[in-house]
């Protein structure tokens, strides 16, 4: 069965200390990897996509990297307000062309200053 | 200039009542979304639209039907609501399978 597993389900940083959330997928054929940021009473907003195995990604204070099982998104010095949930989602596999997402269950990040 | 709105932000309502929450995107998009979330945060999908023609419907009861008036809209109506259908739904767009943009959500509560 195709799944998704964030870890950890919640983390806890001192602004400034760096660290990274793992998102692993067992869908064969992956045919994107997506990672979301969602507030508190929001609703989910892109970060990136990710296609091949070796890929990068960056915005600010945020990279997402991707292997062949897993993706990573790394924090460099975060600050407060990167504090939020940090959705992954793939998707399904024989989904065709309906764009079926499989999320995993999120990592919540809090920075305290 | 919200991308992809709903309405309403939130729903209070009593068991056994008939709902409705509407979705409108304008940025283009020929697909569109409603994903429910649950308590413990899982985001998973409920049905799709593409050009106005339903393409995933997942195991949903079927006192959940959605309807497409057109690209930009998509309307979900829910009707003898339970306690179990308190949630936050989420509307999404996309073009194709590309990127999916989320709106603001409608959190029901069901009493």
């Known amino acids: 069965e195709d799944q998704v597993t964030q870890s950890p389900e919640a983390l806890r940083l001192q602004e400034g200390e760096s660290s990274s959330l793992n998102c692993s997928y067992t869908v064969s054929g992956l045919r994107g990897l997506f990672w979301y940021r969602q507030d508190p009473g929001k609703g989910p907003e892109f970060l990136f996509t990710l296609y091949s195995a070796g890929e990068e990604k960056e915005k600010e204070r945020l990279k997402a990297t991707l292997t062949k099982k897993e993706s990573f998104l790394h924090i460099t010095a975060p600050k407060p307000e990167d504090s939020a949930t940090y959705l992954c989602?793939?998707?399904?596999?024989?989904?065709?062309?309906?764009?079926?997402?499989?999320f995993g269950q999120g990592t919540t990040l809090q920075v305290k200053p | 200039d919200t991308a992809v709105s709903q309405t309403p932000k939130y729903l209070v309502t009593q068991m056994g009542n008939d709902k409705s929450i509407k979705c409108e995107q304008n940025?283009?998009?020929?697909?569109m979304y409603w994903y429910k979330q649950d308590s413990k945060k899982f985001l998973k999908i409920m049905f799709s639209y593409n050009n106005k023609e339903l393409i995933i419907n997942e195991t949903v009861p079927n006192r959940f039907s959605p309807k497409s008036p057109d690209k930009a809209h998509l309307n979900l109506h829910i009707n003898s609501l339970e306690l179990g259908d308190s949630a936050v739904y989420f509307c999404?767009?996309?073009?194709?399978?590309?990127?999916?943009?989320f709106g603001p959500g409608t959190r029901l509560t069901v009493l």
């Open positions: 940025l283009g998009h020929d697909t």
């Open positions: 989602a793939v998707p399904r596999r024989g989904s065709g062309n309906t764009g079926k997402l499989i």
């Open positions: 999404a767009s996309s073009q194709g399978v590309d990127t999916q943009y």
